[in-house]
């Protein structure tokens, strides 16, 4: 599939934690001003970005979304204006360069259904009808080289995982001329917060937790999520609190900056594919617990002293040896084999 290009290959408990995640959600209108006449990169924005204007998505994966004025907030850190991976206008290295950049408005809401704000729920049906409506002439008129590919961020991406099971049901029209790269993905089969506690439901915002992106879907995609991104990798032992913590402080810092994630970038682990899926783990600068101080000028060295054993507890909350593309519930506690004592030679 196109996803599997050479290029693509670069492409680099509850309440309360959607509660503080919840920050990310303002309204907008749900309009499809679109003209997908040509090669089309079709992006819904998340969290913060319902319009996908304020910043623009354009510059995620790479770029700077204050250019031309500077960036003042040493907490924000971002990449290099012209380096976005999906920035189609500006970076002429991008795979992408050159293609139609349409961005789709939706609510992007997790709020109580008052005064006109929406559910989670209402919010995502309308954000899949807005995408189903974008979608249904392109499907019908791309010309044979001509493709779409869909990007979604962070409740986008829940959007976007609906609509590529919609679409499954339906018989898969123009698999091959469809594509998806999902970031922040809640959804991730494992690590995805929608598929950690797959079956929740909360009524007050209706919340559905809907499980993981179809692994046997036909439309080529690319998931990337940092590492402890508490949305797309949220620990799979929940009662190791300081992982939770750091999920947590990476929510806010790593899952809302997706400006300095440099796809050719440092990997957490070695990108994986599953059937048409691939998966690309970015590392973080630091522990996202760390982070904070590291960006505010703390004494790196004592910094450097603390993090590798901090590091350590915090990856006991995970289970690494079930790769991203396994769906993976959360577990209580992690299974031991065995318990080896020390043997000493009675001589």
Do not use: C, K
Request: aromatic content about 8%.
């Amino acid at each position: 599939g196109p996803m599997t290009d050479r290029r693509h290959a670069r492409v680099r408990p509850l309440v309360a934690m959607l509660a503080v995640l919840s920050v990310l959600y303002p309204s907008g209108a749900v309009t499809a001003r679109l003209n997908l006449t040509a090669s089309t990169m079709l992006v819904m924005g998340g969290s913060t970005n319902p319009a996908g204007l304020t910043p623009r998505m354009q510059q995620e994966l790479g770029g700077d979304p204050f250019h031309p004025e500077r960036n003042l907030n040493p907490l924000t850190p971002v990449g290099v204006f012209g380096e976005g991976y999906i920035d189609t206008a500006n970076n002429p290295d991008s795979p992408f360069a050159g293609w139609d950049f349409s961005l789709l408005e939706w609510p992007a809401q997790i709020s109580v259904p008052l005064f006109g704000m929406h559910s989670y729920g209402e919010s995502q049906q309308l954000g899949l009808a807005a995408f189903d409506t974008a979608l249904a002439a392109p499907l019908n008129t791309l010309g044979e080289d001509e493709r779409v590919t869909a990007v979604g961020y962070s409740s986008s991406a829940n959007v976007m995982v609906r609509a590529m099971r919609a679409l499954q049901d339906q018989g898969a029209p123009a698999a091959d001329r469809l594509e998806f790269i999902l970031l922040g993905n809640p959804n991730r089969p494992n690590g995805g917060l929608l598929q950690r506690f797959a079956g929740l439901h909360i009524p007050i915002l209706d919340v559905d937790f809907d499980g993981t992106t179809p692994p046997d879907t036909p439309y080529p995609t690319v998931d990337i999520s940092w590492e402890y991104d508490a949305v797309a990798d949220f620990p799979t032992y929940p009662l190791n609190l300081l992982a939770v913590l750091n999920s947590l402080v990476g929510g806010l810092l790593v899952h809302g900056n997706y400006f300095r994630a440099d796809i050719d970038g440092p990997r957490a682990f070695p990108d994986t594919t599953v059937g048409n899926i691939t998966y690309i783990t970015l590392e973080p600068p630091h522990l996202p617990l760390l982070l904070p101080l590291y960006d505010l000028g703390f004494p790196p060295p004592l910094l450097d002293l603390v993090e590798p054993a901090l590091t350590a507890m915090v990856d006991w909350g995970y289970d690494r040896t079930v790769g991203p593309g396994t769906p993976t519930a959360a577990r209580l506690l992690p299974a031991i084999d065995r318990v080896t004592a020390p043997v000493t030679d009675p001589a």
